[in-house]
């Protein structure tokens, strides 16, 4: 076991500590087929908390986005992010010859899945933001690639912005079913359909009042 | 019988203790694997289902039970440490909690916790008894008062101060047990802590029977339909009399073991009332349905007896018999 798989035993076996990190699978089944997994963004716990839930022997194929020129600022930064979780750097500052999903669509031609938080940002108002148009794009170029939409429940209460150690409490990941574009489907419509596949998995019994 | 009984060593009386317990397991497990090859419709695949994860819990906290005593003091109280924590994890899941009260959870998760274990492993049981009562309790209104939302801040504060006394100072008198030292009976503490966890789980089964049985109007129908007066007695009088027939691996006297089974299973009981009070204020209908609610587990809801019958019964044996520490 090299350095970097033992650092991702020991993460995967805090997040479970702190968060459980239970994946319910209501709407598929967790297989090795090429996927996009899209989900709530509210913390920076969200990435861990996907990851963790996933089965291990999927973990090494599905990678996370990360800002290039924030994670690879620092020596532990990059390390952890290439060699324990093998993420996908894309640049923020967006340059007129280059398609900003470029990499992206290369991991993708490559065969591992992502996973991708389409809000863009965090957000700590209960429910998502509007989705961007990146997952759109990505549906069109590879239809054969199944979209899996993901709620995180109460991740936001782990770790609130602002604070660096968490508390433990207990999150869940669902996993729903694959959501496809369908034929003469505008982007519009597409993402707010796939926002509402993420909203709908949210726990029903679990008041909103807790997001305060 | 008892006469030879009392001729064995602690060892030997504790290995016996775990042979007869994990005998028992493995016949009722067996008769469950030949029951269920039976056909059976929906309603007695349900009944059969529930059977089988209560099964399993049970299974659990005998292993459980058993790895805290081969693994000595210092091992029960790291076990029960543990159980503490996912226990607290789980209460501090539901009941909810704002962004001002992530301080003192801190507090109480990584500070608390660890040193009141740390003083039962020490035997400190003069401060562990009041480190939780007395500075815990201003510690966590401080902090949280720092945190500067004064939003519900009572309700906020009982909230976590409740959590500590249940999952924590309440559980932490159960491997306090093990640590107690009778004269003459050195080396015999589990043998109080299985005393102790057998009377509780019995009071709570019978009282379930009887509760199905006389089907008496509950007191309280909007906390818990099960619990009446009738049932919660009988259930009580059960374990008493299990207590009293158990004496002979306790320091206790035939009387002194039913009075202290008779607390201990009223404790437990009732704890297990309140913690039904406690799960419909947080809106929970049932523990263990994790398709709905984000952190029913049901870690808490199989500890919560032993977490109120715990202190009860330890501060009253050792207040009866005087014990120094």
């Not at chain 2, 966590?140 to 006394?165: C, T, Y």
């Not at chain 2, 299973?265 to 913690?275: K, P």
């Not at chain 2, 994790?290 to 919560?304: W, Y």
């Amino acid at each position: 076991m090299t350095r970097a798989d033992a650092m991702g035993v020991l993460l995967a076996f805090i997040a479970r500590l702190i968060t459980g990190a239970q994946g319910h699978w209501k709407g598929c089944p967790p297989k090795a087929e090429q996927r996009i997994y899209f989900a709530n963004h509210q913390s920076h716990l969200d990435w861990v908390l996907i990851w963790a839930a996933l089965p291990r022997e999927l973990r090494a194929t599905t990678r996370p986005i990360a800002a290039r020129d924030y994670w690879t600022a620092g020596r532990f930064k990059h390390w952890i992010t290439r060699e324990v979780f093998n993420a996908v750097y894309v640049s923020r500052a967006r340059t007129a010859d280059q398609d900003p999903l470029e990499p992206l669509i290369d991991a993708l031609n490559n065969g591992d899945s992502l996973v991708i938080f389409p809000e863009g940002t965090r957000s700590n108002k209960g429910a998502p933001q509007a989705f961007k148009s990146g997952l759109y794009h990505l549906a069109q170029q590879f239809p054969q690639v199944q979209l899996i939409p993901a709620w995180i429940d109460n991740v936001q209460r782990v770790m609130p912005k602002g604070e660096v150690v968490p508390v433990p409490i207990l999150c869940t990941v669902t996993f729903g079913a694959p959501v496809s574009l369908t034929e003469g489907e505008d982007k519009r419509q597409f993402l707010a359909r796939a926002r509402n596949a993420v909203v709908a998995l949210q726990p029903g019994a679990t008041p909103e009042v807790a997001a305060a | 019988m008892i006469l030879w009984l009392q001729s064995l060593g602690a060892d030997q009386q504790v290995q016996l203790l775990f042979v007869t317990l994990f005998g028992l397991l493995l016949l009722v497990s067996a008769g469950a694997a030949l029951h269920a090859l039976r056909e059976r419709n929906s309603l007695q695949e349900d009944t059969h289902q529930r059977f089988k994860r209560e099964l399993r819990a049970t299974w659990m906290g005998a292993v459980v039970f058993w790895a805290a005593w081969i693994s000595g003091p210092g091992g029960a109280t790291l076990l029960f440490g543990v159980i503490s924590f996912l226990a607290l994890r789980e209460y501090i899941t539901l009941l909810k909690t704002r962004r001002g009260d992530h301080r003192s959870l801190l507090l109480a998760f990584f500070a608390v916790l660890p040193l009141q274990y740390l003083l039962l492993a020490n035997r400190n049981f003069d401060l562990f008894s009041v480190f939780i009562p007395v500075y815990v309790f201003l510690a966590i209104p401080v902090v949280s008062a720092l945190a500067g939302d004064p939003e519900r801040f009572l309700e906020r504060n009982a909230k976590i101060q409740w959590g500590i006394m249940v999952c924590v100072y309440g559980l932490s008198h159960a491997p306090a047990l093990v640590l107690l030292d009778f004269p003459q009976h050195t080396g015999r503490g589990a043998f109080l802590l299985f005393f102790l966890v057998m009377v509780v789980t019995v009071a709570k089964i019978a009282q379930t029977v009887a509760s199905r049985r006389l089907r008496r109007r509950p007191v309280a129908r909007h906390i818990d339909r099960s619990f009446s007066y009738r049932a919660w007695a009988l259930g009580t009088v059960a374990a008493t009399l299990l207590g009293a027939a158990l004496f002979w691996i306790t320091p206790f006297k035939a009387g002194q073991a039913l009075a202290m089974a008779a607390i201990a299973a009223a404790a437990g009981t009732l704890g297990e009332f309140v913690m039904s009070a406690l799960k419909k204020d947080a809106g929970v209908r049932f523990w263990g349905n994790t398709s709905s609610v984000t952190g029913a587990v049901g870690l808490l809801d199989r500890v919560a007896p032993l977490c109120f019958a715990a202190p009860v019964f330890f501060h009253s044996v050792r207040w009866y018999f005087q014990l120094k520490p």
